[in-house]
């Protein structure tokens, strides 16, 4: 049954695949989610945001489409699909446009963003996101929306986000052959931004990180907007590989050991503490003292969030992030996660749980490993609200969704 309001947010991690169901609540300025249906399947052929396999993404999205669509009782729509993966770029490209009236209109604006836009992003490369980082009139810079004022000469510095062609085809393609299609996609720590961050955070400074299976993605906030994104190919399977690797015991072992005892963080660890290993018959009992486990997973956190630290000091925000860090994603279950970004980045840190905008199935999606798919439903939400109030003021939008600046949300 297809239902007015109903918006769909799919995750397809290296890991799982997460579908969430919602009703669209409250209005464009303050929009949010009631979550209706949630749907997961451990089967996935993506990895670290490219499509490695797709019989087996189909499989995946049919699997979490389906439960999440007999829990809502409702039949999905067009879906709003992650993506992440090393296949992202970013850059700053600057437009430049006169003004002719009086003052300057959202016309204006839209044009300028269009010029700033209409680059080359190189061969097969997709723009993904535009954000709208400041603009400027005259000679008056850091002016976040300049309807309304007067001057002669109106810039924007835009920044702007690709996706690898292929890689963003794959996803579509994968998709559809489960019987849906993809609304819009969007960048994962964007997505999961929006289910974690207050306003408070993104206005005093802050760098959202989401520790995934195959890559770890981080989006850097400040004065209200995304200053920059990244993504990184180490996460989650890593720390798996290591403990395989330190321990002896298999990579569905090492999984289970990391998630039932891991530490990230080892001075919580009691010295004394062990615990027992699965082990062959030919090994015999094994014991390891928990330290050992700790130990190892935190050696490789501390690296991988060492090269977000690098980034993050390469684009000048050093000491320069009061809210400090907040972790989301399947890492972010780890005990002493806090303490270590804590450390690691000389600032504040918190887990990030999806809380902001969503009602209902609130339970079912109360872990940060949820934060991407929340996030892409309260996102499918908003760009919901937004078509729905333009069509209703009158407002041709002439701008495809792909191209629709992201200056409201980011
Ligand atoms: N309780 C836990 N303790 C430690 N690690 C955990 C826990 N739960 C999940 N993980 C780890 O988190 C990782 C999966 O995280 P997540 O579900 O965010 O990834 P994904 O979205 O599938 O992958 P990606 O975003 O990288 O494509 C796995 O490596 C898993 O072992
Ligand atoms: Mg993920």
Redesign the pocket.
């Known amino acids: 049954m297809k239902v007015e309001g109903i918006v769909a947010g799919l ?1 397809l ?4 695949t997460c579908a969430i169901i919602g009703q669209v609540t409250g209005d464009v300025r303050v929009s949010g989610v009631k979550v209706l249906g949630v749907g997961v399947s451990r089967e ?1 052929g ?1 990895r ?2 490219v499509v490695r396999d797709i019989e087996e993404t189909t499989r995946s999205i049919v699997d979490a489409m389906r439960d999440a669509e007999r829990m809502a009782g409702v039949q999905a729509p067009d879906l709003y699909c992650g993506i ?1 993966g090393e296949h992202i770029q970013v850059r700053t490209s600057d437009g430049l446009a006169s003004v002719t009236g009086e003052e300057i209109l959202r016309a204006d604006v839209e044009r300028v963003n269009e010029v700033a836009t209409a680059i080359s992003l190189g061969p097969e490369r997709d723009l993904l996101h535009s954000i709208p980082q400041e603009y400027k009139v005259d000679a008056q810079d850091g002016i976040s929306d300049p309807v309304g004022m007067t001057g002669l000469r109106l810039e924007v510095q835009m920044y702007l986000v690709s996706v690898q062609t292929a890689a963003a085809q794959n996803l579509r393609k994968s998709v559809q052959r489960a019987g849906y299609r993809v609304q819009q996609l969007v960048l ?1 720590p964007l997505a999961s931004s929006l289910a974690v961050l207050t306003q408070e955070e993104r206005e005093l400074g802050c760098a959202l990180i ?6 770890t ?1 981080a989006a850097i906030f400040k004065d209200g907007k995304v200053q920059h994104v990244m993504s990184l190919p180490y ?3 890593h ?2 590989s290591d403990i395989v690797q330190g321990l002896s015991v298999t990579q569905v072992d090492a ?1 289970r050991l ?2 039932k005892w ?1 530490v990230a963080y080892t001075p919580l660890v009691d010295p004394d503490e062990s615990i027992s290993l699965p082990s062959t018959p030919g090994q015999g009992v094994r014991q390891a003292k928990r330290e050992l486990l700790a130990h190892i997973i935190h050696q490789r956190l501390d690296e991988i969030l060492g090269l977000v630290q690098d980034e993050i000091e390469k684009r000048g925000f050093a000491g320069n992030l009061p809210a400090g860090i907040v972790v989301t ?3 972010a ?2 005990p002493g996660i806090v303490e270590l970004a804590r450390e690691a980045f000389a600032t504040p840190a918190r887990v990030g749980m999806p809380h902001q905008g969503i009602s209902g199935l609130v339970d079912s999606v109360q872990a940060p ?1 949820y934060a ?1 798919p929340v996030g892409l439903a309260l996102f499918a939400a908003h760009e919901t609200l937004q078509s729905a109030a333009d069509t209703a003021s009158g407002v041709e939008r002439l701008i495809s969704p792909v191209k629709r600046w992201l200056q409201d949300f980011f």
């Open positions: 995750d991690g290296s890991t799982r996935t993506v670290r945001g992440a994962e989401d520790l995934g299976g195959g890559s993605g996460a989650g399977s720390l798996t999984d990391k998630e891991g994603g399947g890492g279950h780890l490993r991407v």
